[in-house]
């Protein structure tokens, strides 16, 4: 394609998931010449491509829904506490129509590169389809879990039967009825596929490395009276989340006036090691498994939180009252809250199913994928009609370090990141002028409600590009000096908590990918802190962020 076919726009945004979503409008609104490139042939991004069965919010939708549009929020009526993935899907469209976003955003497309011209200050961005775009600002809105993880089994390619990944499900659907299933991997994916799955498979074979600590969703059918009062009390939700270091109120409905007569509702112990371990148990029975997540030290105390890895055991062996499963369904080794929080509808449950086994890969790896099924190491051979990968993401890196990103020099993004990403408040990475990510590696993202942040990212940016243009300055990256202290101050939030014990692996941690370096990569301090970080840098006239003038 010729030069002269290039398109000059304001600026490209990549991706057309909630972050693309609401990027699209706010530079919409500023009246900027922009296009949004979308490798699906429909909006939603990771509530797109992630349609498996069973896929749902792991928080109520109340909070997880855009706060942006108080229209948006009174019209859309949600059906279930805690959304599926059809119904996201849904919204995700109406929102897009609402707010005619759909004619800025190009579908099937994936972008190639984007290339910077420092003589000419311009991104130059193509794509697949043979696309040159030519814009000032380029901002990256691929969402943190996009590019799928295949474990590199050996022969992989050889099997004869149908392959999936949770992540790439097809969208008119997969029959499962009467077929031999093997699905790899027990993350919130692969923990929301098998009991659904299980409904419909001859047969069900769970291959898990490493088992999960995971607790009841409590979801259930919208009550239409929780959600007007929801509504009408939008304004302090979403006042509340703000207030919150994880962008999560816990909204209950109205509170109700105190009756001095009534008997004060028993509420669970701060600390699991403040209490005996008959009140422990008691504490179980009384408030169900998910107690043990509210017990405060077993965040930081590694004693504390082998307690209730214990108690989990416990409860897990008694519930299925098969030791052979719940043997292999036992997470150890590892502790409590280390990985992201998994929460389940009737996990354990579909195990009591005699269709459905449980294979321990912990001491019993994979050693190859065959023309059936496959083997472990053990000798143990399987065979089956459908193997589904529940296998994870090369999270928060992947997609951006797969692009050909150059910044100035020609340096490309992912040698920058070679040893683990570098980014100056999970916004830019030096070297790296007016390009922009949302959710970056060392912003709180995937450790808060991570919609939240990305309305927090989103107005910055589009903040900080309006006074970029208001005060005629043409570049903005980070100090190299700014960027460094960042990413140690990072380090040091993470310190201390579970998710970056020595014993945890995990895709915050990019130990789930093979070969990648290991470190944690959110920013753990909060949302609140971080936000106020962001409002302070911008204070003090971006503070950390090279300016140049025009
Ligand atoms: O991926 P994961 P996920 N051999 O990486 C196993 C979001 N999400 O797609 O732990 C055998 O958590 C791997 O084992 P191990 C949410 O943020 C949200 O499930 O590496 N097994 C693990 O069991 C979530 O955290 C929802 O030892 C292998 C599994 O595959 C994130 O997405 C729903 C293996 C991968 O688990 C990722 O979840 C779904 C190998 N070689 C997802 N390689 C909601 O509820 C990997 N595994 C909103």
């Known amino acids: 394609m010729s030069e002269t076919q290039a398109i000059e726009l304001d600026a490209v945004i990549v991706g057309a998931g909630m972050a693309g979503l609401y990027m699209t409008k706010r530079l919409n609104d500023r009246g900027m010449k922009i296009q949004t490139i979308e490798a699906g042939s429909g909006v939603g991004g990771a509530w797109y491509w992630n349609r498996y069965p069973g896929c749902r919010a792991d928080l109520p939708i109340i909070e997880y829904s855009y706060s942006f549009s108080d229209e948006l929020q009174q019209e859309w009526d949600w059906t279930e506490v805690m959304a599926g993935q059809p119904e996201i899907e849904r919204y995700l469209n109406h929102t ?12 099937n497309t994936k972008v190639k590169d984007a290339i910077y011209d420092e003589a000419a200050n311009i991104w130059t961005v193509t794509t697949d389809q043979g696309d040159v775009y030519k814009a000032k600002y380029c901002i990256m809105a691929t969402g943190c879990l996009n590019e799928p993880n295949y474990p590199g089994f050996k022969n992989a390619d050889s099997f004869k039967g149908d392959i999936y990944h949770t992540a790439q499900w097809p969208r008119e659907g997969v029959d499962l009825t009467g077929k031999r299933v093997a699905i790899i991997g027990c993350g919130s994916s692969g923990v929301q596929a098998i009991p659904q799955i299980a409904k419909q498979a001859k047969e069900l074979i769970a291959f898990q490395r490493s088992p999960v600590y995971t607790f009841p969703a409590k979801n259930a059918p919208m009550n239409p009276d929780f959600l007007a009062q929801a509504k009408s009390d939008y304004a302090e939700i979403r006042e509340r989340q703000r207030d919150n270091e994880m962008g ?17 509702t028993p509420k669970p112990s701060k600390k699991i090691m403040d209490i005996t371990p008959e009140q422990r148990k008691q504490e179980i029975k009384d408030f169900g498994i998910n107690v043990l997540t509210l017990y405060v030290d077993t965040y930081y105390n590694a004693e504390a939180n082998e307690i209730a890895c214990e ?38 449950s579909a195990f009591k199913q005699d269709n459905v086994s449980i294979v321990d890969l912990r001491d019993n790896p994979v050693e190859e994928v065959t023309t059936t099924g496959l083997k472990t190491k053990n000798g143990g051979e399987y065979e089956f009609d459908v193997l589904v990968y529940a296998t994870g993401f090369d999270a928060m890196t992947g997609t951006i370090k797969r692009l050909n990103i150059r910044g100035r ?30 959710t970056g590696p060392g912003s709180p993202s995937v450790v808060s409600n991570v919609l939240h942040s990305i309305e927090q990212h989103v107005v910055w940016i589009d903040n900080c590009i309006a006074y970029l243009m208001e005060n ?9 000096a700014a960027q460094d202290a960042w990413v140690e101050h990072v380090n ?21 990918v093979e070969g990648k370096p290991r470190g944690f990569m959110p920013y753990l301090a909060g949302t609140k802190t971080y936000r106020e970080e962001c409002e302070e840098v911008v204070a ?8 140049e003038s025009a």
């Open 472 to 480: 005629d300055i043409k570049t903005i990256e980070p100090e190299l």
């Open 492 to 512: 040091k939030a993470a310190e201390g908590s579970m998710m970056n014990a020595p014993s945890c692996n995990s895709w915050y941690l990019g130990t789930n």
């Open 96 to 107: 897009a129509d609402r707010f005619d976003l759909r004619k800025d955003i190009k579908f």
């Open 540 to 547: 003090k006239g971006y503070e950390g962020f090279k300016l």
């Open 248 to 264: 999560i109120c816990n909204y209950r409905g109205p509170k109700k006036a105190k009756d001095p007569n009534a008997t004060p």
């Open 311 to 348: 108690l989990y055991r416990e409860y897990l062996h008694e519930y299925l009252g098969d030791k052979q499963k719940a043997d292999a369904l036992s997470p150890r080794d590892y502790p409590m809250h280390c990985k992201r929080p998994v929460i389940d509808t009737e996990y354990y």
């Open 409 to 438: 020099d020609n340096k490309l993004l992912a040698d920058q990141w070679k040893e683990g990403p570098r980014m100056y408040m999970g916004l830019q990475s030096v070297g790296f002028p007016n390009f922009f990510t949302v």
